[in-house]
Every structure is written in C-alpha cells, then in structure tokens.
C-alpha cells in the first residue's frame, strides 16, 4: 500500500506498507453485526514484516525489506534526465515478491514540483474518509 511519496530535483521518496489481505466484502445486507465487524476489520491491521517489496522507477530500481512494523521507506537518487519540466509526476511501480514471484504490484506516482511553481497545497485525505456501510442499518 503506497502512501507519502514526492520528488525533487534530486531524489524521489517514498513510503509504503505491507498489510495481511482481510479479505473483506462489502455485503449490504449482512445487518448491523456484520457492518461492525467488518468496520473492526478495517482498522484493525496485520503487519508483514520482512516482505520484500521490488521497486521501480524510470531510470531506477530496488528492493527493500518491510520493518517490523511493515513499512518500508524509499529515498533514492534518480536519473538526471527526469530534471525536466515534462516529468512532474514519477511512476513508481511496488511489486511484493516471495520466492522469486511477484505476488501484487501497486502503482503510484511521486510528484516533482514544477520549478515555476509559486506555491504548493498539501492535502490530507487517508483513512478518515472511508465508506463502512455501518449506518446502512438505519436504512
């Protein structure tokens, strides 16, 4: 699950998480009990740590192991041809891989600020705004 990541002229970082699949549906006519459960499972996480995530870039690539905590942080030096203006948003691919198979791979971009760039809004919309269904019982 890649989060936080962004580029300036020299370097791209990135930050990322390795989480247990829950394997949770959204089944609206399961009740109450069920919406809790599921809304339980949202937030309650379990952590993979020691995964190895390969990650790629234009002009970049490495592999980097999960914390204990599954996250994994990203901050490398890339390629000198990305300085220029066409290249505001970097794709960064993350692929999970065990035994030499890639498992899941998430798509991302970092973005680089245009050198024009007269000022910058930073939003931040994460897991505070999430669909449960846990109201559709009132329905």
Known sequence: MPF???AND?????????????????IETEGFVGNL??????????EISGAKVHI???GGETTLLS?????????????PYLNDASSLWIPI???????????FTANSSA???????????????DETVLHTGLDSFLR
């Open 37 to 46: 459960y599921r809304s339980f499972k949202r937030f309650e996480t379990d």
């Open 10 to 26: 020299n370097r791209i970082h990135g930050q990322a998480r390795v989480l247990e699949n829950e394997g949770i549906a959204n």
């Open 93 to 103: 691919s993350y692929s999970l891989v065990e035994k030499g198979k890639t498992l």
């Open 67 to 79: 914390d204990e905590e599954g996250y994994m942080y990203l901050d490398v030096e890339y390629n």
């Open 111 to 125: 973005i680089r600020p245009s050198a024009t760039a007269k000022f910058g809004v930073i939003s931040d919309i």
């Open 4 to 6: 936080k990541r962004y």
């Open 56 to 58: 790629t870039w234009p």
